[in-house]
């Protein structure tokens, strides 16, 4: 199939546009369905893409199967760590391309994207190195002439389900940790964002990657549902790794009971940001800009109720404002954008929901409030933020910055930790006996001391409560990929 136009310059990292990635082959769907990829900016027309279902999916996990044997016990972790180097430089010399074709499907600021895939390929830097780092242990035994080893080996076939947020991010992040300890790969990226999923696959495939190691299945939303439950039912798929909603993620743990696999999930969050009296106000308003409006608030651990302390709210929100105020809004491919579209109009209707529960139970707007161009949404700054109000118990996903007011630390711990999410927060503070108990008694599995923006290949990244199951990243990050085996030899 010929590239459609406004994808030809992307030829170099997205050789066949339109179609899946199954077996180490650029093939349609079995159906010949396609959907449409469109550019949430100006709802202009990206690509027509494969729309797999649950017969692709067989076919996929199928090849990934047979890849494993090989893959897994016929090169060495030195050879995983030579592939995932090649791939890294690959992915360095495609930086540029990889960044345009990301913003064109997802929307987000080119230097965001940009930054994107610098962090995307500090996986495969940080993997390549721990793929001969995954050791196991001599035990000593009870008893005379008697040998126990503990050995780890690569869980097997793992399916990786992963969100439009950051679309080659979310793939990286699991797929370098997985292929470095010899599994093999069925990915189902989201329907908004397929083609940084194929062009991940291609540099892969260019890097030195075996055929069927890594496939991907992408599908529009009538069919996500029905290869999710496939991949969770399949006894050919060893693990899940989803990144997206709690409420997906609850459904797929479910689907998963009935062959009792191994699930990594990292759900949604609703980031609590505390502003106490001694902090640095500006470093807190440059923690809090990170943190919020990275992604046009569209991540995971973006702040999402912020708790500034009354005696300094006001300076506090003057702060914010001003430096609301230089945000830019637009398309993400222009110079000079800070803020790209939301991912669709289902999420425009969300925060107009949102903005209109909080203004009509008494919400004062500061800043912003409106639709802009095609998804976007200004920057919005909102005060007077109350229990009763929707916005301070949902995750926004949105560039809404919902000002809390609290009096005191026991206070504003107890608000803080008053939801089943916990995946990331933030505390700004001078007091380090306060930092000390803040930090202990945050029910989040990632805080960032006046810092708002946190991830890195080297830290661990993942939640507590319903905000998921198993970390990724850092050395933690190939627990999820591998299992343990104890031999016991007698002598």
């Not at 495969?124 to 001599?138: F, I, K």
């Not at 009763?388 to 609290?406: L, Y």
Request: charged content about 20%.
């Amino acid at each position: 199939a010929e590239m459609s136009s406004p994808l030809k310059q992307f030829s170099s990292i997205l050789p066949r546009g339109s179609l899946a990635y199954i077996n180490g082959s650029w093939v349609d769907s079995r159906s010949r369905s396609v959907f449409p990829v469109t550019n949430p900016f100006n709802k202009e027309l990206v690509a027509t893409t494969a729309n797999c279902d649950v017969d692709d999916a067989r076919l996929a996990v199928e090849s990934a199967r047979n890849a494993f044997s090989k893959w897994s016990r016929e090169t060495t972790p030195r050879d995983r760590s030579a592939i995932l180097s090649r791939w890294f430089r690959i992915i360095e010399r495609e930086k540029e391309n990889l960044a345009k074709l990301l913003t064109l499907e997802q929307g987000k600021p080119l230097a965001e994207a940009r930054g994107e895939i610098d962090y995307s390929n500090s996986f495969l830097d940080w993997y390549s190195g721990e793929a001969r780092r995954v050791y196991g242990q001599v035990v000593p035994a009870p008893v005379l002439n008697r040998e126990h080893l503990h050995i780890r080996e690569p869980i097997g076939v793992v399916a990786l389900i992963t969100p439009w947020n950051f679309p080659t991010a979310m793939i990286a992040r699991k797929a370098a940790a997985a292929l470095s300890v010899g599994c093999t790969l069925v990915i189902k990226p989201a329907e908004d964002t397929p083609l940084s999923a194929l062009a991940f696959a291609q540099t892969g495939e260019e890097a030195g990657i075996p055929k069927g190691v890594i496939n991907v299945l992408p599908s529009d939303r009538s069919n996500s549902a029905s290869i999710g439950r496939f991949l969770c039912e399949s006894t050919d798929v060893d693990a899940i790794s989803f990144t997206g909603s709690t409420g997906v993620g609850k459904i797929l743990l479910s689907q998963s009971a009935s062959t009792v696999k191994r699930v990594c999930l990292e759900l949604g969050g609703n980031a609590p940001l505390l502003v106490f009296p001694s902090a640095d106000l500006d470093v807190a308003v440059k923690g809090t800009m990170a943190s919020k409006f990275r992604g046009s608030g569209q991540t995971c651990v973006s702040a999402n109720r912020l708790f500034v302390h009354s005696s300094i709210a006001k300076e506090y929100v003057e702060k914010l404002k001003t430096a609301m105020s230089s945000l830019k809004t637009g398309d993400g491919l222009q110079n000079g954008t800070t803020q790209g579209p939301l991912i669709n109009d289902r999420a425009v209707a969300k925060t107009e929901e949102l903005l209109k529960d909080a203004t009509d139970k008494g919400a004062k707007i500061v800043l912003g409030g409106t639709r802009g161009t095609g998804c976007c949404f200004e920057p919005t700054l909102l005060t007077g933020i109350t229990p009763q109000m929707r916005i301070a118990h949902e995750e926004i996903f949105a560039p809404i910055a919902a000002i809390h007011e609290f009096e005191d630390e026991a206070e504003v711990v107890a608000r803080a930790n008053s939801t089943r999410s916990g995946l990331a927060g933030y505390l700004f503070s001078r007091d380090q006996s306060q930092i000390y108990r803040v930090t202990r008694s945050m029910q989040v599995g990632m805080i960032g001391v006046n810092e708002g923006l946190m991830s890195c290949a080297e830290a661990a990244f993942g939640g507590v409560k319903e905000s998921g199951l198993g970390r990724e990243g850092s050395g933690q990050g190939i627990d999820e990929f591998t299992q343990w085996k104890y031999i016991c030899q007698q002598h």
